[in-house]
DNA sequence: CGCGTCATTTCTGGATACAATCTACCCTCG
DNA sequence: CGAGGGTAGATTGTATCCAGAAATGACGCG
């Protein structure tokens, strides 16, 4: 209310292209965090008024988180954010077992030495963001790690599949598997997948990468099922 | 509270209650259909004059159309009509060859008579379709065939991506192939699937339904190619 | 004659204002 | 005392208006 006319150049934090795409970030990344759990009701005014911004740019924002399948939206009804069930939390998994082993086979085999340097640099930042308990960072980490595994697997469309997956089982895993011993499995893991990719081993690097994903699969099932069983 | 465990089979009839949806649903089909073929601009002053509306709705349907891949937006620049490459077409092919039979094979054991019989008016359905002509409509009953073959795979995340999957690789059929012969062995095989399942000699029918998706493949990014090379 | 620069023009992005819809509470009636 | 309906508040959906970025064209300069 205080300065409506003048060109606010208070856009702080929202410094991307258009403000209903830094918009969309920012609510991203908060309900991947946990601020807005599932079930709660976003109102567009009030994130509108947080934000210092009209409704416009919130609407396409959550237009947009629905597309992604973080909220739902009901006419007239409002966004809430949307939760996994168990049962989705296991498809995506047996999804990734399925689908990123054979696109590692395809992406290792053009893999340079600048690849393998970025990778190591990933599982050491992983391990870091473990040791120093930053539970988002590890969460974008993995992420990073598993997608740059299937970089040059020069399939367009299982790429964006695969990511999506990630992001989805990404959310349950920061939120609960913060807790669990079981990082240390992975960071280790990771790092033989990648050692197994240089010295020429790749369908063992494959198959490691599948019993991976399983490990992270059981893993997280439980403590999910033990959380949602409350 | 939990996901309602009744099946939403209510989706598709649902009147559309706001003017965004129905023009979402417009451009979408109007896209899919070849009207707006890729590459096009569309603008959104122009659309909101022919729908008779302002452009606000016009902007919303068109961002969810961007999250259903059929349009690409870019800052400041507008909304362009996607193609796809033979590269995803292939990839989107292999990935639905790798994701429906196994799938199958999990729904077809609680197929029930009602389900045949639905299953059967499909297939009648797109045997007439093709006989007329129609492609869009045998677009349309294609997916929907597909889809309910594995309707009670009870594998949620699994089902959306395939149904993305039917989507966009039908757009291509649907401008393509409607010249191509190969329509008919479609339905034969289509056909033969079911007969499998209601047999119960459902590995077969899993293995048929990967044959049946290879071919439209080999098919398909045959005349795709030719197409591209014009 | 080609190219860079600037103004105009067009279009998209965002803000404000208004209308439609849903929710909740209260009042009336059986 | 409970059920049904109606009204008021809140919240979303849409229209109109304004500002800013990108494409287009003209002009001047090398």
Redesign the interface.
Known sequence: MSAPASPPPATDRLRH??VS?AVTESLRQRILNGEFAP?IQLRQDALAEEFGISR?PV??AL??L???GLVRIM??RGAVVTGL?V??VE??F??RE??EPPLLALSARRFAEADYRRLRSLTDGYGAALAAGQVDRWGELNRSFHLDLLRYA?????LS?VSG?LQ?CDRPTRLQLSASGDTARADHEHTQIVALCEAGRISEAADLLQAHIAHAAVSLVAIYRQA?AE
Chains 1, 2 share one sequence.
């Open positions: 292209k258009t795409a079930g416009i609407r396409e237009l947009q629905e597309a992604q006419p007239h069930s049962e989705e498809d995506i047996r999804l399925q689908l020069d399939r367009p469309r299982s599949i997956l989805d949602h």
